[in-house]
């Protein structure tokens, strides 16, 4: 019996791209798979990794909090508080980063087979929850110490850390886009984790923020997408000690979700020329 030829055409291939993408799920899981044996082969301390960098992020950024505090006071313990902020904004960074170069990471792979592209920085991402997971226990351990519990509020988390993952799917997929085609973009992409980090309520909380900035300040902050993730993640842990300002935290909402409809049509135009430039 003949073999079935299958015939790949741009017109068709949007109609079924997402079908594909389904089929080729064994793929998706060979690569996330893959990705974590190398995250962590050959080192010294394996898995420990995921622990040590998030706990010395949030010392670091306890230690400045503790040098600019001015004596304020926190109703949260500044170390928890942070942990809080620095728990899915470590995510974010790690899963930007990693989908932003899984393109030019995998260019042979990429250069060479027909499979749905968007696979590839999915799996790079799915991969940093595992990271994630391991540092929550840091912050479970930190709240244990300073016997704060989180109340019913609680079971709203997978929904805040859907939309971590949805923010970092959309920057991740827009700059992977553009990293195959102009590969400067590697060097942005230090910038933008760094700045962003500054720009987010990591080593700070949203209501200091608008308690101090301009009106039009505190607009242009809130259109940060990890805004709303990272004050979500608190409110989740601590309640009402943590409130969110509802019209600023829908802003950050839509601009999560904006980009990742933004970032999905850039990497669908632009990803029938991948293999020919990447």
């Not at 595992?130 to 912050?139: A, E």
């Not at 933008?192 to 039009?216: H, L």
């Amino acid at each position: 019996m003949p073999a079935q030829k299958i015939i790949i055409d741009p017109k068709n291939q949007n109609a079924r791209y997402f079908k594909d993408v389904w089929q080729f799920k064994g793929l998706f899981y060979f690569l996330a798979w893959r990705d974590v044996r190398v995250r962590y082969k050959q080192t010294a301390i394996g898995v420990l990794w995921a622990l040590i960098r998030p706990l010395l992020t949030i010392f670091i950024l306890s230690f400045i909090r503790f040098l600019f505090s001015n004596g304020e006071q926190s109703i949260i313990p500044v170390p928890l508080e942070i942990a809080a902020g620095t728990l899915p904004w470590t995510f974010f960074a790690s899963a930007f980063s990693d989908a932003a170069n899984s393109l030019v990471s995998n260019s042979n792979l990429v250069s060479k087979v027909y499979f749905p592209r968007i696979i590839v920085p999915a799996s790079a991402i799915i991969v940093c929850l595992i990271d994630f997971f391991v540092s929550l226990v840091i912050v479970i351990a930190i709240m244990i110490y300073y016997q704060v519990f989180p109340g019913i509020q609680i079971v709203f988390l997978p929904l805040f850390l859907l939309l971590a993952i949805v923010t970092a799917a959309g920057c991740g997929l827009y700059i992977a886009s553009l990293n195959v085609k102009y590969r400067d973009f590697k060097y942005v992409i230090p910038f933008i984790v760094q700045f962003g980090m500054f720009a987010s309520p990591v080593m700070y909380t949203s209501a200091q923020f608008y308690a101090k900035a301009p009106e039009w300040v505190s607009n242009i902050y809130a259109c940060n997408p990890m805004v709303s993730v990272i004050d979500g993640f608190r409110w989740c842990m601590f309640g009402e000690s943590m409130p969110i300002e509802p019209v600023k935290f829908i802003i950050s909402c839509t601009v999560s979700i904006s980009m990742v409809v933004i970032g999905i049509i850039t990497f669908r135009r632009m990803e029938k020329d991948f293999a020919d430039v990447i």
